[in-house]
């Protein structure tokens, strides 16, 4: 038994490592239709603990209460982006000519999320570097995970466009149209993530601060970075 779940963990993650080896490989499986429902239930659990990692290492900037609050929220954030902008995506592709089925949409999406995933791991070591030399300095420590999760987000976004294009190879008719429908969802996708990574906050939590598993909603994002900036710099 033991041996048969050991097997079925390496098999979940040997799926991720060879969406890594041989992107365009992996990509050419998903236009064909290769093991979809194999590949989707692999990349959820590798990159939903990838993720879980990460979001417990953020949060232990604050407390043990706050970590395993970000191991549960991080992957959710991701999740729930994912499955609230892929209606959008999937049914404006149907609509202009895509004959792409409803799983080839959802891994395309999946693999994208589960390379921001991999290469927030790689760079768990960075950030649990920072947050031990620098613990006092909170406002520098989240502008660092805010840059990122930035750029994790446009390599993601990146093999995203990739896997889509990949896909209307097969139809031709509205092809143009579905491009410029794949990046005007980009930025919709963009928005939605940004909002609902407010409204789930806190994932670090202020040092001077309770543990709150939800904070009240007010502000916004882009205020929040701006204050954030003015303190490191002095002006506040």
């Known amino acids: 038994m033991l041996e048969k779940n050991k097997s079925r ?4 993650f040997g799926v991720l490592v060879n969406l890594l080896r ?3 490989g992996f990509l050419e499986e998903i236009r064909q239709g290769v093991r979809l429902q194999n590949k989707i239930s692999s990349l959820f659990v590798s990159s939903s603990i990838f993720f879980a990692i990460y979001g417990a290492i953020i949060g232990a900037s604050h407390s043990w209460g706050q970590a395993l609050s970000g191991a549960i929220k991080l992957p959710a954030f991701y999740l729930l982006t994912l499955i609230i902008c892929f209606p959008t995506l999937f049914f404006f592709n149907v609509l202009f000519g895509s004959r792409s089925s409803i799983q080839q949409h959802f891994v395309v999406l999946l693999t994208s999320v589960s390379v921001i995933s991999v290469l927030l791991f790689s760079l768990a070591p960075v950030t649990l ?4 030399t620098t613990p006092d300095s909170y406002q520098f420590f989240k502008l660092l995970n805010v840059l990122i999760f930035g750029i994790t987000g446009i390599f993601g976004v990146r093999f995203l466009y990739e896997g ?5 190879q097969q139809d031709e008719v509205g092809k143009k149209t579905r491009t410029t429908i794949l990046r005007s969802w980009l930025l919709l996708y963009a928005f939605v993530g940004v909002q609902l990574g407010w409204f789930l906050r806190p994932f670090f939590g202020a040092p001077d601060s309770k543990f709150e598993l939800f904070r009240a909603v007010k502000g916004n994002f882009y205020l929040d970075i701006v204050a954030a900036v003015s303190e490191i710099l002095g002006f506040r």
């Open 9 to 12: 963990g390496i098999q979940q």
């Open 22 to 24: 041989d992107r365009q």
């Open 129 to 132: 570097f920072f947050l031990i």
């Open 164 to 168: 889509m294009q990949l896909l209307s």
